[in-house]
């Protein structure tokens, strides 16, 4: 199962998804996206697949946004994220991206890699923003309307550490000095 993550940021809590998260995530994915993944794709995400790892951010108690990752040998991909509709544009998605590129570093990651449509300027901003940097596209990526993704990276602060990878174990904590 995945590694649990719970931490206080100001006036959030940025936590690990749990099943009991599916029906308050639905609303945000219905309202984020045109092609939402569907319950059981998160029910999957979360009992099945041991390389995902999902945070929930949380205001007052509810969940306002959510981002998730494959962690696979030293490389963590971005498979969604989203804030609520009506709390965009105040840097939560900012944090969010922050506290789930910090988990990854965290989870001994070096990079970092997402899709993007070539049409959500919104988001690549913030990415660009965050140091992510664009890779090549993906060529009728998204099946709603046959548009492209670019491909973005980015290096996690591991990355340029001069640490035998050898020496370093998964899931041990490291600070974050960025
Ligand atoms: C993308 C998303 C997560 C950004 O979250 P957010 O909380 O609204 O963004 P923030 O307020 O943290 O903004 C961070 C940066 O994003 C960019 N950004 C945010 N809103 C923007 C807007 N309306 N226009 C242009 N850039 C914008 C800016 O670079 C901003 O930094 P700045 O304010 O210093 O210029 C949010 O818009 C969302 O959930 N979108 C729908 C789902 C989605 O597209 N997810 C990405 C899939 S790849």
Redesign the pocket.
Known sequence: MCALRERVSGNVVFRSMTLDDIPDIMIIEHE??TLPWSEEAFRNELTHNHFARYLIMEYNGKPI?YAGMWTIVDEAHIT????RAG??????????LNEIMDWASDLGMLRMT????VS????Q??Y??MGFVPAGTRKGYYSDNNEDALIMWSDLPGADLDFDEEESSVGEGRERNW
């Open positions: 984020s996206f946004g969604n994220i989203a804030v709390y965009r544009g105040q840097h939560l998605g900012e944090r969010l997402l899709e993007v449509r959500n300027y919104v988001a901003s913030l660009g923003k």
